[in-house]
């Protein structure tokens, strides 16, 4: 059972660096884009909430930086948790995608897709 064990955490250890390189890749991406330095900045300001739940004045609102807004609308029932990974993760992914660029990109997360992530000029 110990074997079992090490290559189950030797596996978890791959798919995180695995998910961490594509969240890297991602930022480089975004900020790559005209006006994503400051999406960047706002993203990680936003998702450094490290106990953020869904819905919540604190994501409705989101954060902005000059003339990027991150924020996330949600009709989850009960309230889920946006864990501060999937947070940048996912608004990265959303930059990187280069939709950014004509004023907003938007997608939906979390159990039926009731998290609603918007990063908007």
Not at 5 to 24: G, Q
Not at 79 to 107: H, K, M, N, R
Request: hydrophobic fraction near 40%; proline fraction near 2%.
């Amino acid at each position: 059972m110990g074997t079992s064990v090490s290559v189950r955490l030797h596996l978890l250890n791959l798919l995180t660096l695995a998910a961490l390189a594509t969240a890297t890749s991602d930022q480089d991406a975004c900020t790559a884009q005209h006006g994503g330095k400051h999406a960047v900045q706002a993203i990680q300001a936003f998702c450094a909430k490290t106990d953020m739940v869904v819905p919540s004045s604190y994501a409705q609102t989101g954060h902005s930086v000059v003339n990027a807004r991150v924020f996330i609308s949600s009709n989850c029932s009960p309230a889920e948790w946006v864990p501060q990974y999937w947070c940048l993760t996912q608004f990265y992914s959303l930059c990187a995608a280069g939709d950014f660029i004509d004023g907003s990109t938007s997608g939906r997360y979390g159990k039926g897709g009731c998290q609603y992530f918007e990063l908007t000029k």
